[in-house]
């Protein structure tokens, strides 16, 4: 499964997507970005119906938009259409501009963090 083609050049050389970039701050799965990237692109949905389109059991869906919910990229939302028994929910994506938004900001706020750990680890005489 190709999960995505757009790479930056680190200053190391290194060539990274952005699926590295949001597995390394938000501990995004492959699987999490594909269900994010569906519901961005075929508009909320229900676990059955991205299950079934993506061709992944339930239980995995389940992990993905809970993960997703978690870090605020995508909200739940009670189907008003469920009838009786166990409720039923729909997930929703941010729309892009605010998960960009999102995404940019928490950028900042980690290399913020790192540029202020960064001379007390150099400088700390343990090792």
Not at 11 to 23: C, F, N, Q, R, W
Not at 87 to 99: E, G
Request: charged share 30%; proline share 3%; aromatic share 8%.
């Amino acid at each position: 499964m190709e999960v995505e083609k757009l790479k930056a050049r680190l200053p190391s050389g290194k060539e990274v997507g952005l699926i590295e970039a949001l597995s390394f701050c938000y501990d995004v799965s492959d699987t999490d970005f594909v269900v994010l990237k569906t519901l961005i692109n075929s508009g909320e949905k229900t676990e059955d119906e991205l299950a079934s389109v993506l061709k992944l059991s339930k239980a995995s869906i389940n992990r993905s938009v809970n993960k997703l919910i978690s870090i605020g990229f995508v909200e739940r939302v009670k189907d008003q259409n469920s009838k009786g028994g166990r409720p039923r929910y729909i997930y929703k994506p941010l729309d892009v501009n605010s998960l960009t938004e999102k995404i940019s900001k928490d950028f900042e706020y980690c290399a913020k963090l790192f540029g202020e750990i960064t001379p007390k680890e150099l400088t700390s005489s343990h090792t």
